[in-house]
Each structure stands twice: as structure tokens, then as C-alpha cells.
């Protein structure tokens, strides 16, 4: 049986024989000695490094789709990583939509492989059981079940007696509460990653153990071969699947790849059989709160956990010494020990066989990283499983495959993509520090807007010190601190720290007091972070090439701002920006904070290798203040004795002046919230003289610092969608309203515009819609968020993608999309806006509906201000 | 009651927040607008919204976990908890309580305050570590070293402590002073007290020696041996004034020479008395120096305790006033530990106290003498050195701050006189003295402030530094290779373990790893991180909301010399 494989490098040489007489493996290398004698090929068009569960099933999945030039090179042997060691345990219990989906095909696919390949892979339904020792943790699970239900997985929440009924030994009396997700399963990971090779080699990949690459060829940044300890191979993709290693893989190339990831170690223990030995169809239980899962293994249990003081390990690249000290460590392991017999108080006669010290590695997102390098071609990573490999193992090789087969997954991947991080993630300090927060983060309750406390203070804006003594409380984007709100002086510090709840939160007066300010006098906030691109070039290039980047027309007079999305070839927004011509050949791009990489890599890819064209990232040269409210005209004419009124400065304008003593201030008249206002590009060294002038002349105009937290309330209730939260590459401007930011006949081509004439001609899938909560109480029910499931007439018809409380409404606002199914076939069908306006809509939040009233567009008339419908700005790209 | 910092830190002369408390009828939630005017009129300083959030977090001081209880239960707590220490609160408004949820859905408290690096730094801040040095490889005396350490929760500190070695007789002293209404008489006390010991001490040859060497302006006899920490001070300015009034007191003893041996006992009581004479005497005469005369009246006007030992030989005293304690730690033959104590505590929990009081004082006044548990109902130590407004006549004082400065004139608190104030003095600085013969198991003496004794009970205290000193806590991993061993048994195996690692490893200094678990120390007696670094990262202000100053000296006995000592004199 495969499991003995846990325990002794012996019995895997006992073992392998029956697994080859299976296989079909033709060039597969099965030991050193063979190994010499097979060469490797010269050349194929991908070879795949790391042979676990990761590199087996893109093997598998890019075979499935048609590729066979493939070559999948292991240092070890198969499957003899964490893959090897991992629990095993396939759940659909996650808090991420597209963690869901890939968990839910790993499942399905895991379920049949048995069949496909007629290797055994150990997989055993058993559903799992979540458990709720707290409310909160309880409120958690629901949310989680109402996503899982419109998925159409089974699920259920349980009172405590249930769950005893469902398992036999577990202890419910500290229990609030539970979630049964009967599907879920248990395989042996180590024979699924077998069997997907084996399916793999069967389509042509061939698989070479025992050789390692030391390092990825690559000429004018695409990948042209791998450097391995038997030789060369010629390649045009190269993916790096190699686990807790890619980090290392990643900075050997001459051109570091930076792949931030880190180890930590995982202890998980095995027992001997009970008495009367546990079924092996047993349902999992993972309990949060204890911090521990614990699944049936060979009529004995199998229980890890994720402790609160992880031990991170590999911080200096692979350490013979640290290698060596992978011992179990009981002391280390005695927290989850207490927890699992105060679970199971059952267990305490039950014989121990083993604790196994097991790597994981951990993300600092707890998210994993997939995708392609932003800096090399070719090169693609898969790694970094936060210790859910088994679960997502499948789902994720089939995006990685379909990703570099068809150009790009076939779902929004863009949480997991490995450009949301930069270099400035790869410092192994950082990992070090970070990995130790989120490895206990796993098991930790997951609330809103939680912040990470570690890694923190790394891009600042130069007022940081100035805003922090002032009360701000700050939260972290792509490592830049940006203020949340202030607390006011004589709060009670203490007590706000522990605000962390689904309901009503703490911050709540603050907030609606800094919006208060918006509306009736002036804010200031600081939004240095938004990345920041300058394009100029000798002749009309940089006009040509954005024009054929972006959707709507960048043809405009000197000082115009235009909101335009750029979009890929399906009409998809893969950023959404806005850009001022400063002159007549030179361009400001104003994007999202995590946009950094990813938009600058796009733009690389589709600009002309022209030397008269020049791509600037110029987001450290300048501060951003935006000054939001009907005062900031005021503020602002009496700090640069110019007329700002919008006769004289219009709205969408941009104008280099002066400020204080400060010359050559970008003044932008936009707010990203709908509000009147400005937005302050300051060089760097005049960031403070311009922000004390404004704090100094303002006070007579009631100005105070504002943060994202009321930013977001305005953007929401404003109805404009911000990218990565609302927006993504799968939605096009048709589908959010944003027809008038698409010029389809500015004259020339651009990408997505023929995907943009279909859906014209078509109509629209899915609609953005506002809902404003009709029946919920700001103070007692619980708040959306996002991701809460939209009900019209009862029937499921999409999510909510972000969600904030409108002070000038006084309700709660949910933005998200509408989408119509057809109620036989599930396919979707055209949305309009009569079969928007047409339906009766609830928000499920936690399994509890509330009313909502959906609308196309802003309430114009409770905002007092007179604009023209052209001059409607509708962008946004803050925080969440 | 509770002026969280002093009101004007420079003068320190207002009321602690611990020791005098300004007299209202009742403690509890329900009767506290009764209260309200007598803490305004007398803590102007004080604006309303501070008095607010201060007394939101009394109510989280006085139940001690206070990291692991929900609010919720917080709020109960202090709702049937009588206010030990501070005796009056106010509450000047309802809705600042922050306990008082709708709901009690509040989770996971806040996670990362200090780091642990971050938290040794402030625990180790004050540490000191002395080595009695050893002759021919040999250490003949019986005190091996002592480790001492404070942390502070007033800003700046009231505790004092020092300790230092008797060059002209033998032994070794060692004490912890205790301020209150500002550190004035402690830092007096810690620096004049030893020298006071040590002349007592003297013989009469060696007096005349000093003398004659004053007198005729040459170099002095060192008395003193003092071991000190950097942060420890003495004060420059007043150091002339000082020596005089020693050299006053040794005067007097040659004149006195009674020709016996000096007795330990006596020796300590007469220089805890005269000491305090000395300090009334100087802040009524006053001093020509402006600085000085605000110095001798800050001294004179605040108070401190005292708790100090001298250790010669097998010969241990304890010389005690006030509440602070000195423990010592017995290891009995089975290897436990269990603490005997060398001093007892004057305050309202102490009986014969009570009774003594009362009997110095007429029946009359019998109901007014103790109320609240407080000595008048204001001091809760009842012997001190200082507070001489417990010891002067209503007259004394009042001419003492009329002719005062005016920083003196304008602080209420000086001005102020106790309620049913008719027999002076109410308060003495006369110490009692334990005598204890050192045996082999007598390991340690633990001599420290209140600030411990209120967290951790004495058998806890001597647990922990018994174990620490002794250093059980080496361990080998597990590994379970081959034996049978069931989750149960494992189980308590490193339950075990972990109980007697507990934090160790991260203190080379007694007093600091016992400070660790007063502060950290979570239910289960255990030092929870997260409950340290929240407590250490309270603002200045709060501090002294959740714990006192905390002043810990650890002294090791040298248990073969010890036993040598017995053996010979048997």
C-alpha cells in the first residue's frame, strides 16, 4: 500500500515494481543507475521542473490539450516532496471564489482518475466537518456555505448534536456549531501526482527523474532552455513547479524570476488503529478554533494543525543543516496534541506511530502564486500551496495549462497571479517575517478588511510620520502603507484594536464623520500608492501605442484626462487607468497600487521595441493628495492665487502650477469618487510644504485628513466599480455601463475592439448592478462584504463584488454582477436592463436574505451637485 | 485616587494613585456621583474625559486576565469586585464605558504588539546582576550574589532599591523602597538609609576614627560598598546636606557610647527612626538653598516603605516598614519548594497593626483611624517614612507650607489635611525586625514591592525562582522511536515539559524572569507573549491602571558555606 511510502525509503523500492508493471512508462528513468544511460533530449517546447502534484497535473492537463513535446524533470523522485508527505485531505472549504472552483475540479477530477488511469489513488469520500467553537467562527462557515451552495456543492450547516451523529469520538461540547460538506474527500496525494504522470506519459511527456535544474536560459527575456546537471535542453517554455524550491529556482536565472514564497515546518501525527478501527470513510473534521484537522488513516487518525509560533525554514536557500533537523519536534506539537485530545478525549489509550515533520510552503497572501513572469517569457510558476496542494493541485494545473496553451486561464486567476507581487516580495527577511503570520492566519478567523501586521511599513509616503502622529491607522497595498481612517484624539485606542467583527465595526463614526467632511467642507488623503507611468516619445508614437491599448480616445487637447480601460482581445479589462496628456507627446498613466507590475508587463508586450519610445515608472517621484470636497476650490485657488472654479478649470482637467511655494504641481481635477475635489501629483521633496500649506490654509475651511475607508463609502455609493475588486480581465466596459469610455470608431484599431462590436451586437451576459440593502440593519445584522450571493425572484444570479455603507443614503450599498440563467440548461443568457429593473432582489448574507433594490445607475438627485453627464467621472481604483 | 501620572511630573508631589486616597463613601459603580466633587476640587489637573478614560481602564486593572476575558465579563467583574486599591473613582459619564456592548462578538484581540526581542529589551532595561567575588577560588561568604530588577508603571518610577556591602563591619544590606506621592523620599531613603545601618553598626573606635578624620579634613574610612545599577542615581545637590545630618547622628553615638556590642536588631531600628527624624527635622528648618529647600519639603511631603535586609554570616535580618515583603525560599528535602516569610506587612490586612494604631490613639477616635482599609482612610501602608502629613501638628504644617515655596503654596495635595486629624503623629517609620538563622535549605530571599506580591502569591514566587535557580528546564527532545506510547501519556509528558520551560531560557537575571511572569503570567500560569507585550506596550499614561511598579531583588545564599557556618558553632 502506497501509505507505507511515508515510512520508509525501502518500501518505496518494494513498492515501485507493481506501480511500474502499471505504467506504460517508456523513457521514464526509475533509478541512478538507469538514469545515465538514458539521455536527455535536446529540445522540446516545455520542460516542467518538479515532479510533485503540482508539475504532474499541468503535465497531465497541458497533455490533455493537445501539447506533447513536453518534458517533466524531478531531482528526486516523483512525488517525493511535500507532495509525498502531505495529508491528503481535498476540501472545497474556501474563502476565495476561484480557490473554490479549483478545489471543486481537483475533487471531480481526483474522483475519476482511478478509472482513467487504473492506478489506485486512495480517494475515499468523507466529507468534511468544519467546526465552530465560536459565533464569529460560525458566522465565518455560513458565509462560506451560501458561496458553496450557488456553486451547486452540497453543503450544510449543523447544530452540535448533528455532528456527533456524523462522527463518533469528537467531543461537541464546546461546540456552536458546524459545516458538513459531504463531498469532500481524502486521497492519497502521492499516488494521485503517480497517477497523473502516468495518464501524462501515456500522452507523450516525457519524465526524467533524478535531474535537477540549476538554472533557465533566457535571451532578450524569453525563456530558450534549461540548464540541468545531465545537460542542456533547448525549450520555449519553462514552468517552475518545484515547491518550497521555486523561490531559489527563481533568483538562479541571470535574470531572477521572484517568486515569494517560504517554508515553514508542518507536523502532522499518525496513530495506530483504534481498538475497533475507524472507518475509512470517516469524515474529516478540521477545527479551526483548535487550530487542527484530523482525518481517519488506516483505522487510526492522521492530525496536523497550524500552530499559532510557526518554525520558518530554508530562509538561506537549501541548508544540509536544516535539512537534516527535520525531526519531529513534540514540544513543538504539544499546543495541537492538547487540541486534539480535547476533541477526541476518545484517543488518549490510542498509540502513537509517528509525528512527521513535513514542509509547507506559505505565500505572503496565503494565496498561491501562478502564472507567467513578468519579466521572462515563457517562464511560468505554479507553486506555493499554503498547504492546500491536494486540494488545488488539479483546478490549478488545468489554468496553468489552459493559461499557456489558449493565452490565458479560463477563469479570473488574477487573485493568484504571480505579478500581483514585484521584487519587492522576494526579500527572504520579509518571507521570513511574513510566513510566520500567515501560516497561523490558515486556521485563523478571517474578518474584513484584516491587515497584516508583519512585512509592514515598506513603500511610505513621505507624510507617513506626519499622518501617523495625527491618529491614522494604516493598512498595506503591494507594500505601501496607506491611512484607513484617523482616529481622533482622546479615543480609546485599546478598545478600537479589537474591533475586528462581521457586524458593525468600530471605525463606523470615524469614517462617517471623515465622509461628512467630503461632502460639506474638504478632506485630504493621501493616495501616493496608485502606480504611476509616464510615456513620451520624439514623435506620435505614444499616442499611436496607447490608442491601440486603450478603449477610449486618447486623441484629446493637452490637459485632458480620459478614464479608459485596456482591455485584452476579449474585451476584458486588464487595467483600468487614467491618463493625462500632459503634452502634446507625452502621457500620464494613473493606475492601481497593485497594478505595478502587471500593467507594466502588458505594456512592455504590446510596445513597438522602438528607442524613440520611452515607458516610465514614476509612481516613487510623486505624492498624491486628494483634496475631495466642495471647499477644495478654496483651499486650493487661495494656496496658488489662481481661479479654480470649474469655468476656469474644468472637470477631467490637468495643469502644472504652483501650490504654496511649490512649482510644478500636477493638479488634476478628479477625486476618484465623484465628489468635487482635486487630485495633487507633488514631487516628492514638496510633499510636506504642500501638505502642511493645505493643512494650514485649509483650517478655516474645516479640512481634516480623511482615509481609503471613507474613500471606498463615497467610490461605492458613487457606483464606480475599482479594478481587481469589481472589475476583471473577464468583464468588459459594455457589462459595467461604461459604453461612453469606448470610442469603437476613434479611427483606429484596438485590442478587444472586435470582442466589443459582438457583445454590442449581442448584448451584454452579465450586468454591473447597484443594490442598495433595504431591510438590514446597519446595527444589528451582519454587513456584506463581498462575494455575498444575489437572489432575483428567488433565483441565484451572481455575486457581490464589493459592498460598503453609504452615509448619505444611510443604507448599505453592493455592488456586483447580474447574470441570467437559463433555468433548464444553466447557460447564460442576455442581461438587459428591463430584466434588471424587472426583479425582485435579496442579498444573502450568512444564509440570511435581506431585500435590495437594484438600480443602473447613481442616484444623481441625493448628490446636490450639477455636472453634466460627459463630465461624470466614473473611476476608481482604491483600496477595498 | 487616580491621577494616572502625577499631575505635574516635575513636582511629584501630588498623591500617588495607590497610596492616598481622597475619602468617599463607597467604591461602587452605583454611589459614584456621591463622589464627584471631592475629586475635582482636588485633582483640577485632571479634565473630565481623562478622568473617563482612566476610569475605563481601573475597571480592566482589577481583574487580573484581563487579555483572555471577553469584555463582557470584564464589566461583571468589577460590577461585584470591591476596589482594593484605589478606594474612590469617579464616573462622570455613562457612555464611555466600552464594555457596555450590544453585543459580545468581538474576536480575536489584535495580535502582534511587541515583539519578544522588543519585550526583553524593556523587562531587561533595569536589570543588575552582582557576584559576591570568591577569595582562592573560594566564596567565604554566605551570599552568593543577588540579581535585582524594576519596572516601572509610574512615569517616572516610584520604587527605589539598593544594596551594598558594609566595609567596616561584615555583611551585606539590601533593601526595596516603595514611593508614594512622588519618588522624593524613596530616592532619599535608597540613598541615606545604608549609611545610617552601617554607623549604627559601627564600633565606637571606628566612629571616633571617621570623626577624627572629618575634623581634621582627612580621607574618610569607606563605609559603604555600594553595587548600582546605571539608572540608579544619588543626588549630587543635596549629598552636604545629607552628610551633615549623618554626621550629626554619629556625633550623638560616641556621645551616647554605651560600650556594648552594637545588636543588628537595635541597629536597625534606631537609624529607620533616626532617618526619619533627620527628614521631618531638615523640612523644618528648611534650607538657605532654594532647590535644596524644595528638595527637603518634596522628600518630607511624599513617603516611602521600606523593606531591607542585612546579611552577615548565617545571621539574616529583616528590617520591615510598611508593605513591602521579604520571602525566603526554603527547598525541602523532596525538592519542593515553599516560602517562609521574614516580614510582615503594615497595612489594614495586618491585625496587630490595626491594633497598634488604635492603641496609640484615644478611643474617641477609634472609627476614623482605619476606614476603607486606609489609615484615615487615605494611606494604605501604615508605617512610612515621609508623609509628614501624618506626623506633623495642623500648626507645623501649615507654617512649613506658608513659608514653603510657592510650588509647594500652590499644590492642593500639600495643603490638604486629613480628615479627623486630632492626635498627631498617626504614622512611624519604626521598622520591625526579623531575626532568622540561615540553614542549608534556605536557598534565596526574595525581597520586593507590592507591585509583585498584589500579582503572584508567595508559594508562586518562590516556585518560580526556586526553579529557575536551579535550573531544571534542560531538556532533551522526544522522540518516540520504537517505544509505545499512547497520545495520553505524551500528553502529559509535555505538558509537563512545558511547565518547567516555560520562558526560562530567555533570562540570565532572577528578578527578570520572575518580573516576566508576574506581567505575562496568563491562567494557567504560564508566560502568554501576547499578554506580556500588551501590558509592556501600554501607554505611560495607562500603565499604572493594570500594574504598579514592580522592584524585585533575589539574593542566593551560599548553601555550603551555610552549612559550614552551622557546623562550626555546634
Known amino acids: 500500500r502506497m501509505f507505507l511510502r511515508l515510512l520508509s525509503d525501502v518500501r518505496w523500492w518494494t513498492v515501485r515494481p507493481r506501480w511500474k508493471s502499471t505504467s506504460s512508462f517508456r523513457h521514464t528513468t526509475t533509478s541512478s543507475a538507469e538514469s545515465s544511460t538514458i539521455s536527455l533530449p535536446a529540445q522540446a517546447q516545455v520542460v516542467i521542473c518538479g515532479g510533485g502534484i503540482m508539475g504532474t497535473s499541468v503535465a497531465y492537463h497541458l497533455s490533455k490539450l493537445g501539447w506533447k513535446d513536453i518534458i517533466l524533470l524531478e531531482q528526486g523522485r516523483l512525488a517525493a516532496g511535500s507532495t509525498r508527505f502531505c495529508a491528503g485531505i481535498v476540501s472545497t472549504v474556501r474563502h476565495l471564489s476561484i480557490e473554490l472552483k479549483m478545489a471543486d475540479y481537483s475533487n471531480k477530477l481526483y474522483q475519476q482518475l482511478e478509472q482513467e488511469t487504473g492506478i489506485k489513488t486512495g480517494y475515499m469520500k468523507t466529507g468534511s466537518i468544519s467546526l465552530a467553537q465560536t459565533q464569529d467562527r460560525l458566522i465565518s462557515l455560513k458565509r462560506i456555505a451560501s458561496r458553496l451552495s450557488v456553486m451547486g456543492i452540497p453543503c450544510e450547516i449543523l447544530a452540535p448534536k448533528q455532528v456527533s451523529q456524523l462522527h463518533p469520538l469528537i467531543n461537541i461540547h464546546d461546540l456552536v456549531g458546524a459545516m458538513w460538506v459531504p463531498e469532500d474527500a481524502v486521497v492519497s496525494s502521492a499516488d494521485v501526482s503517480l497517477a497523473l504522470a502516468n495518464a501524462a506519459s501515456q500522452n507523450g511527456v516525457q519524465i526524467h527523474e533524478r535531474t535537477s535544474v540549476s538554472h533557465v536560459m533566457v535571451q532578450k527575456g524569453c525563456v530558450t532552455g534549461v540548464e540541468t546537471d545531465r545537460g542542456q535542453i533547448k525549450c520555449q517554455y519553462f514552468v517552475n513547479c518545484a515547491g518550497q524550491w521555486a523561490y531559489e529556482l527563481g533568483l538562479s536565472n541571470e535574470e531572477p524570476v521572484s517568486i515569494p514564497l517560504h517554508a515553514c515546518e508542518h507536523f502532522y501525527l499518525l496513530t495506530r488503529p483504534l481498538k475497533k478501527p475507524l472507518e475509512s470513510n470517516t469524515p474529516t473534521i478540521v477545527d479551526p478554533d483548535g487550530r487542527i484537522y484530523i482525518r481517519s488513516w488506516q483505522g487510526g487518525i492522521l492530525s496536523g494543525g497550524f500552530e499559532k509560533n510557526p518554525k520558518p525554514l530554508f530562509t538561506e536557500g537549501r541548508n544540509q543543516l536544516e535539512i537534516q533537523n527535520l525531526h519531529e519536534d513534540w514540544d513543538h506539537f504539544e499546543p495541537l496534541l492538547s487540541s486534539l485530545l480535547r476533541r477526541m478525549p476518545g484517543l488518549e489509550a490510542l498509540e502513537i506511530m509517528q509525528l512527521v515533520n513535513c514542509p509547507e510552503s506559505f505565500t505572503p497572501d496565503m494565496r498561491c502564486v501562478m502564472g507567467e513572469s513578468p519579466t521572462v517569457q515563457g517562464y511560468f510558476v505554479l507553486a506555493g500551496m499554503n498547504s492546500a496542494g491536494t486540494s488545488f493541485g488539479g483546478g490549478a494545473g488545468k489554468y496553468l495549462a489552459e493559461w499557456m496553451v489558449n493565452g490565458c486561464p479560463s477563469e479570473n486567476v488574477w487573485p493568484l497571479d504571480l505579478k500581483r507581487f514585484g521584487a519587492l516580495q522576494s526579500s527572504r527577511t520579509f518571507l521570513r517575517h511574513r510566513v510566520m503570520e500567515v501560516m497561523p492566519l490558515i486556521y485563523d478567523l478571517k474578518v474584513p478588511r484584516w491587515d497584516f501586521q508583519t512585512g509592514r511599513q515598506l513603500r511610505t509616503s513621505p507624510l507617513y510620520d506626519r499622518l501617523d502622529a495625527q491618529g491614522a491607522r494604516w493598512m498595506e497595498k503591494h507594500g505601501f502603507e496607506r491611512p484607513k481612517y484617523f482616529v481622533p484624539p482622546g479615543k480609546d485606542l485599546l478598545a478600537l484594536d479589537q474591533s475586528k467583527t462581521f457586524y458593525k465595526p468600530d471605525w463606523f463614526d470615524i469614517v462617517g464623520s471623515e465622509v461628512k467632511c467630503c461632502k460639506e467642507a474638504v478632506c485630504v488623503i493621501d493616495m501616493s500608492s496608485f502606480t504611476k507611468f509616464e510615456i513620451s516619445s520624439t514623435g506620435d508614437q505614444a499616442l499611436e501605442v496607447l490608442q491601440y491599448l486603450f478603449s477610449n480616445d486618447l486623441d484629446v487637447p493637452v490637459g485632458h484626462i480620459v478614464h479608459t480601460g485596456m482591455l485584452n482581445e476579449e474585451g476584458g479589462y486588464e487595467n483600468d487607468c487614467s491618463i493625462a496628456r500632459v503634452n502634446k507627446r507625452s502621457f500620464f498613466m494613473i493606475s492601481p497600487t497593485d497594478q505595478q507590475i502587471h500593467c507594466w508587463a502588458w505594456l512592455k508586450k504590446h510596445m513597438p521595441n522602438d528607442s524613440n519610445l520611452l515607458l516610465e515608472d514614476v509612481t516613487w517621484k510623486y505624492t498624491a493628495l486628494n483634496l475631495i470636497g466642495p471647499r477644495a476650490v478654496d483651499v486650493l485657488s487661495e494656496l496658488s492665487y489662481a481661479p479654480m472654479t470649474p469655468e476656469h478649470f474644468p472637470s477631467l482637467f490637468c495643469k502644472e502650477m504652483s501650490v504654496g511655494y511649490a512649482n510644478g504641481i500636477r493638479v488634476m481635477s478628479m477625486t476618484h469618487t465623484g465628489e468635487p475635489g482635486f487630485m495633487l501629483y507633488i514631487p516628492i521633496e514638496y510633499a510636506l510644504h504642500v501638505y502642511n500649506e493645505l493643512m494650514s490654509v485649509g483650517q478655516k475651511y474645516g479640512i481634516r485628513n480623511a482615509g481609503y475607508y471613507a474613500l471606498r463609502s463615497l467610490r461605492i455609493e458613487k457606483f464606480f466599480a475599482f479594478w481587481g475588486q469589481d472589475l476583471d480581465t473577464f468583464t468588459t466596459p459594455l457589462e459595467c455601463g461604461r459604453e461612453f469610455r469606448v470610442k469603437l470608431d476613434k479611427g483606429t484599431d484596438f485590442i478587444g475592439r472586435d470582442a466589443l462590436m459582438q457583445q454590442k451586437q449581442e448584448g451584454v451576459c452579465k450586468r454591473f448592478t447597484m443594490f442598495i440593502l433595504e431591510d438590514h440593519d446597519t446595527d444589528l445584522d451582519l454587513w456584506p462584504w463581498w462575494g455575498e450571493p444575489i437572489y432575483r425572484n428567488g433565483l441565484y444570479v451572481g455575486k457581490t463584488t464589493s459592498s460598503a455603507y453609504s452615509y448619505t443614503l444611510e443604507r448599505h450599498v453592493c455592488l456586483g454582477f447580474v447574470q441570467h440563467f437559463d433555468e433548464e440548461t444553466r447557460e447564460a443568457l442576455v442581461v438587459t436592463p428591463d430584466f434588471i429593473n424587472r426583479g425582485e432582489y435579496e442579498i444573502d448574507i450568512a444564509g440570511q436574505r435581506f431585500q435590495a433594490k437594484a438600480k443602473l445607475y447613481p442616484f444623481s438627485s441625493v448628490f446636490t451637485h450639477r455636472r453634466r453627464k460627459d463630465e461624470m467621472e466614473l473611476s476608481g481604483y482604491h483600496g477595498k | ?570
Open chain 2, 1 to 570: 485616587m487616580l491621577a494616572a501620572s502625577c499631575c505635574d511630573r516635575r513636582m511629584c508631589v501630588c498623591p500617588g494613585p495607590r497610596r492616598i486616597a481622597i475619602p468617599v463613601r463607597s467604591s461602587r459603580l452605583p454611589l459614584f456621583s456621591d463622589a464627584m466633587p471631592a475629586p475635582t476640587q482636588l485633582f483640577p489637573l485632571i479634565r473630565n474625559c481623562e478622568i473617563g478614560r482612566i476610569y475605563s481602564t481601573v475597571c480592566h486593572c482589577h481583574h487580573k486576565h484581563l487579555c483572555c476575558l471577553s469584555p463582557h465579563l470584564a464589566h461583571n467583574h468589577l460590577r461585584c469586585t470591591p476596589q482594593k486599591k484605589l478606594a474612590a473613582l469617579c464616573c462622570p459619564k455613562e457612555n464611555f464605558n466600552p464594555f457596555i456592548h450590544t453585543r459580545s462578538y468581538v474576536s480575536t484581540p489584535q495580535r502582534f504588539y511587541l515583539t519578544p526581542p522588543q519585550v526583553n529589551s524593556i523587562l531587561k532595561a533595569n536589570e543588575y546582576s552582582f557576584k559576591v567575588p570568591e577569595f582562592d577560588g573560594k566564596n567565604v561568604s554566605s551570599v552568593l550574589g543577588f540579581d535585582s530588577n524594576q519596572l516601572p508603571a509610574n512615569a517616572p518610577i516610584e520604587d527605589r532599591r539598593s544594596a551594598a556591602t558594609c566595609l567596616q563591619t561584615r555583611g551585606m544590606l539590601l533593601g526595596v523602597f516603595d514611593g508614594h506621592a512622588g519618588c522624593a523620599c524613596a530616592q532619599a531613603v535608597s540613598e541615606r538609609l545604608f549609611y545610617y545601618i552601617a554607623v549604627s553598626l559601627l564600633p565606637h573606635e571606628t566612629l571616633l576614627e571617621i570623626e577624627n578624620a572629618v575634623e581634621s579634613g582627612r580621607a574618610l574610612l569607606p563605609i559603604l560598598q555600594w553595587h548600582k545599577h546605571p539608572n540608579d542615581y544619588f543626588s549630587k545637590e543635596a549629598s552636604k546636606l545629607y552628610f551633615n545630618s549623618l554626621r550629626t547622628y554619629w556625633q550623638e553615638l560616641i556621645d551616647l557610647n554605651s560600650g556594648e556590642t552594637t545588636d543588628v536588631k537595635e541597629a536597625l531600628i534606631n537609624a529607620f527612626k533616626r532617618l526619619d527624624n533627620d527628614i521631618s527635622l531638615e523640612a523644618q528648618v528648611g534650607d538657605p538653598n532654594s532647590f535644596l529647600n524644595y528638595l527637603v519639603l518634596r522628600v518630607a511631603f511624599s513617603g516611602a516603605t521600606a523593606c531591607v535586609a542585612h546579611i552577615d554570616g548565617v545571621d539574616l535580618h529583616v528590617a520591615n516598614t510598611g508593605d513591602s515583603r521579604a520571602m525566603l525560599g526554603v527547598q525541602e528535602e523532596d525538592g519542593s519548594w515553599s516560602a517562609v516569610s521574614l516580614s510582615c506587612d503594615h497595612n489594614a490586612q495586618n491585625e496587630n497593626e490595626i491594633e497598634r494604631i488604635k492603641l496609640e490613639h484615644p478611643k474617641s477616635e477609634e472609627k476614623s483611624l482605619v476606614k476603607q482599609d486606609r489609615l484615615l482612610g487615605l494611606l494604605m501602608p501604615f508605617r512610612a517614612f515621609g508623609d509628614v502629613k501624618f506626623k506633623w501638628s495642623i500648626e507645623l504644617q501649615k507654617r512649613v507650607i506658608e513659608s514653603g515655596p510657592d510650588q509647594l503654596n500652590d499644590n492642593e495635595y500639600t495643603k490638604f489635611i486629613p480628615p479627623n486629624y486630632h492626635t498627631p503623629p498617626y504614622l512611624t517609620a519604626e521598622p520591625e525586625v526579623i531575626h532568622h538563622r540561615l540553614r542549608p535549605q534556605d536557598k534565596f530571599l526574595v525581597l520586593a514591592t507590592d507591585g509583585l506580591w498584589e500579582t503572584m502569591h508567595r508559594q508562586d514566587v518562590v516556585r518560580i525562582v526556586g526553579e529557575y535557580l536551579t535550573g531544571v528546564h534542560h531538556q532533551q527532545p522526544i522522540a518516540v522511536g520504537g517505544y509505545k506510547v499512547t497520545l495520553g501519556q505524551m500528553h502529559g509528558l509535555l505538558t509537563e515539559r512545558r511547565a518547567r520551560i516555560s520562558s526560562v531560557f530567555e533570562d540570565q537575571n532572577a528578578a527578570t524572569h520572575l518580573i516576566r511572569h508576574a506581567v505575562g503570567n496568563n491562567e494557567f500560569g504560564t508566560v502568554d507573549h501576547e499578554r506580556l507585550s500588551k501590558m509592556l506596550s501600554l501607554p505611560e499614561e495607562l500603565a499604572r491602571m493594570y500594574r504598579d511598579d514592580i522592584t524585585i531583588i533575589v539574593v542566593q545564599f551560599n548553601s555550603h558555606v551555610v552549612g559550614a557556618c552551622q557546623n562550626e558553632e555546634f
